[in-house]
C-alpha cells in the first residue's frame, strides 16, 4: 500500500499556521500527516519551537479522518520512553487510529540545551533500539509472561525484561531501567511505530523492531538502503511486504522561480556537513554555519523546485518506482495555503487515478 501524506512542520510555522494548513490538506485529500518533535528549531530567524504533542491533540480535534504520525521523537534523553509510551496511548484513546509514532536518535540542538551529553550515533541507536523496546512491551504488542506459573505471588516476579500477567513492566537495559510499570491508561488500538535511519546501524534496527522505516534517502539512493532493510527484517523472519518505508521530500512551489527558492532558505542547515550527526545545539551557530557553507547549487539540489504544480509529478512517481510506501510532501513554498489547493486540485488527482484501481494507492480519506 503507498500513501501521500502531508508534512507538518513545527519548526517553520506557529502553531495556529498549521492547524489551518491540516484542515486544507484534509479537505484536498490527504489522509495522514507526519510532524517533527523538535525543542530548538534548525533555524533561529523565524524559527518555532512548538511542542508538538500537545499540536497534536487540538489538530486532531479540529479535523474529522486525518492521522498524525511523528517524524520524528527521540527518544534518547529528553523524553523517556515510558513517557512517550504513556503520551502517544492516551492520544490513542482520544483519536482512536489515528495516532502512529516515529522514533529517532534525534539531534543535538534538542538534547544538549536541556543539559544532556552529545554521544556518538552508535550509542544514541542502541539507546533508540532500547526505548523502543519499552515502548512495546508498555503497549503490550510482545506480551510474554515471566510469571512463575506454580506462584500465586506477584513477588516472585522474575528479575527480568518482560511482561507479568498483570500487564507491570520489568526492562533492566544498558541505559533505560523500568521496574513494575504499568501504562493503566493503555492504547485503544495498535499504534503504528517506525524508527528513522540513514546509516546501517540504524536502518537494521528499524527493519527489526519496528514497522518500518523513515529515511531521507532519495529515490537514487533507495535501491541500497532497502537492500539493508529488507535483509534485516527476512533475518527475524518478518514479511517484508508489510513494513512500510517512508520519504519526506522536500518542496518549493511558485510561478517566480526565485520566490520559491528563496523560500528554502530556512532549510540551509540541513545540508551543512553531516547535520544529522552534528553537536552544533545553538540554532544561531547552525545558521551562520550554513550561510557560509552551503552554496546556493547545493540548496538547489536538495529541494523539489518547481514553477508549474504539475512539475511534482515526475519527481514524485519516482520515489514509489524506487519502493517507497509512504511519501509525506514537506512543502516550504512561499504560500503554503495555495501549494496545498493546487497541489490536492492537480497532483493527487494524478496518483489516485493512476493506482486507486490496482488497489495500490490509498490517498488517505478519500
Known sequence: MTEIGYWASQEQYSMQQLIEFVKEAEKGGFGTTL???HFHPWSHTNGHGNFTWVWISAVAERTKKMKFLTGVTAAVYRYNPGIIAQAFASLDVLYPGRIGLGVGSGEAMNEVPLGFDWPSAETRVERTVEAIQIINKLWNRNKKSTIDPESSS?????EDNDIDEDGFVTFIGKYFKIKNAKLYTS?????PLYMAGSGAQAIKAAAKYTDGLITTSKPDEANEVFGIFDNAAKEVNKDVDLL???AKPKVSYSEDYDKAFKACEFWRTTQIDDAFNTNISDPRILEQKAQHEVADDEQKKSTIIVTSIDELISPIEKYFRAGFTQIYIH???PDEIEFIRLFSKRVLPYFLDKWKKSKEFVSGSK
Request: aromatic share 0%.
Open 35 to 37: 510532524t517533527s518533535d
Open 331 to 333: 512543502s516550504t513554498s
Open 187 to 191: 492504547p485503544s488500538t495498535d499504534i
Open 244 to 246: 512500510q518505508k517512508i
Open 154 to 158: 506477584n513477588n516472585n516476579i522474575k
